[in-house]
């Protein structure tokens, strides 16, 4: 099972502001991916990475972008927050030896923009 | 674009009881895996399904990847109050590696 952190894991921020929200994971995986997810909906990929130096946006339409220097880590940032941006943001992570398309999640970051 | 159909979109069930949810699609799936969340957290994978008619069990769980491809379900056995949360299908196609995912099945205990 892989390890994947998030963080922060919640945060409440003026209209305006710029945020990047943090994931690792230490297991190597090549493959990493962000959700945006609203409460008790389904989810909507809105970037993904198949390795280092690789990142393809998803089929959710987002103002955020995403680099992939490291393998263990895939920052998503939002340089000016809005309040549409208010939602649950959610990294996960896979690795083609643990079965095509196995993907493991974060705790997610609840993000509040006022 | 390719969708999941996930039913029942909630249930309210007794303590004890079984439980059964599904997906459906008009397309072809190479996996079907199927996740757990609880309230403010992430998806927690139960159960990988990677061949069609194969029947995969953990612990009071037990899923089915459907002999067709195009769908699979989920059994929950006995239930506890530990299984409340929302229940998400995911599937894959081809050799893309994303998902296409179901809109979930709330499940809530009845007190």
């Known amino acids: 099972e892989a390890d994947i952190y998030q963080t922060p894991r919640y945060l409440v921020i003026g209209t305006g502001k710029k945020i990047t929200l943090e994931c690792s994971q230490t297991?190597?995986?090549?493959?990493m991916y962000w959700y945006q997810q609203d409460p008790g909906m389904e989810l909507h990929l809105i970037h993904y990475?198949?390795?280092?130096?690789?990142?393809e946006k998803g089929d959710l339409s987002s103002e955020s972008t995403v680099s992939r220097i490291r393998t263990e880590h895939f920052p998503l940032t939002l340089e000016s927050a809005r309040p549409s941006h208010t939602s649950q943001y959610l990294c996960?992570?896979?690795?083609?030896?643990?079965?095509?398309?196995?993907?493991?999640f974060g705790p997610g970051t609840r993000l509040t923009v006022l | 674009g390719q969708q999941l159909n996930q039913s029942p979109q909630s249930m309210f069930i007794q303590e004890g009881e079984d439980v059964s949810m599904n997906c459906t699609s008009s397309?072809?799936?190479?996996?079907w895996l199927w996740y757990k969340q609880d309230p403010g957290e992430g998806p927690v994978l139960l159960i990988a399904?990677?061949?069609a008619g194969e029947l995969t069990s953990n612990g009071r769980l037990t899923a089915q990847f459907g002999i067709t491809r195009k769908d699979s379900f989920l059994n929950i056995s006995a239930s506890i109050p530990s299984d409340v949360g929302i229940y998400f299908c995911?599937?894959?196609?081809?050799?893309?590696?994303?998902?296409?995912w179901g809109a979930g099945t709330k499940l809530i205990i009845k007190p």
């Open positions: 996960a992570s896979s690795a083609p030896g643990q079965g095509l398309g196995t993907q493991y």
């Open positions: 297991m190597g995986h090549d493959k």
């Open positions: 990475s198949y390795g280092v130096n690789s990142t």
């Open positions: 397309s072809i799936f190479n996996t």
């Open positions: 399904l990677y061949k």
């Open positions: 995911a599937g894959q196609l081809g050799s893309n590696y994303q998902l296409i």
